[in-house]
């Protein structure tokens, strides 16, 4: 099984700033995705992060707003650019191997 | 394209009552379903996973689920709730065979185990 280190865990953030959350897999994993998880929803697909290109974008996300980094099979970083209120939300970044998909703890983003 | 359907926000059982959290799925290609647990602050975390092996699967802490192709449904079973179990409870889906596809998450049911 694969564990996966998600940080900050949590920050407050002025609005107009960005955040960078970072993701560090222990070992080697092809996939590597980006999900929200807005207060008491579901978790909902940002990007899939692809090694050495360009994430994929789900629709209603864009790499502005949300540039997401992939440099090897094991780290990516997802940004949350020029932040809002209603940036506030749960980031969780997750990892495939194999059928199974493995979750970072999240991080806890609010903006103020 | 697949979709989850988990019937009911919340449920709520007594101490040592059955548990039933509902899913139903939509996929065009044969699936693979997933329960997911999430405690208050925490990721997630797997409670079992049907991949087109037995369609009745066991999974961590009691839970269990079976896959049912004609009723297009992934219902998660526990014979006897324990407080500890009160968490979020997600079901998911994805395409079984087609390689590196992220999941699709149902709603998700708050579970309360009433003492």
């Known amino acids: 099984s694969a564990v996966i280190s998600q940080k900050p865990s949590r920050d407050i953030c002025q609005r107009g700033t960005s955040l960078t959350i970072q993701c560090q897999v222990d070992s080697q994993v092809t996939m590597m995705f980006w999900y929200r998880q807005q207060p008491g929803q579901s978790l909902t697909l940002i990007a899939t992060a692809n090694q050495g290109s360009e994430a994929t974008y789900e629709s209603g996300f864009v790499i502005d707003k949300f540039p997401i980094s992939r440099p090897n099979l094991t780290f990516s970083t997802l940004t949350v650019s020029n932040m809002s209120p209603e940036d506030s939300s749960i980031y969780l970044c997750?990892?495939?191997?194999?059928?199974?998909?493995?979750f970072g703890q999240g991080t806890r983003l609010t903006v103020v | 394209a697949q979709s989850v359907t988990q019937l009911g926000s919340h449920v709520s059982v007594s101490e040592g009552a059955l548990v039933l959290l509902r899913c139903n799925y939509s996929s065009s290609v044969p699936p693979y379903l997933f329960w997911y647990v999430q405690y208050p602050n925490q990721g997630l975390q797997l409670l079992l996973k049907?991949?087109?092996?037995?369609?009745l699967v066991k999974g961590i802490n009691g839970f269990e689920a079976e896959f049912k192709k004609s009723e297009t449904s992934f219902h998660l079973t526990k014979p006897s709730a324990h407080m500890s179990d009160a968490a979020e409870y997600f079901c998911?889906?994805?395409?079984?065979?087609?390689?590196?596809?992220?999941?699709?998450f149902g709603k998700g049911t708050r579970l309360s185990v009433i003492a």
């Open positions: 998911a889906v994805s395409a079984a065979n087609s390689g590196n596809t992220p999941l699709v």
């Open positions: 049907y991949t087109s092996a037995a369609t």
């Open positions: 997750s990892a495939l191997q194999g059928t199974e998909a493995f």
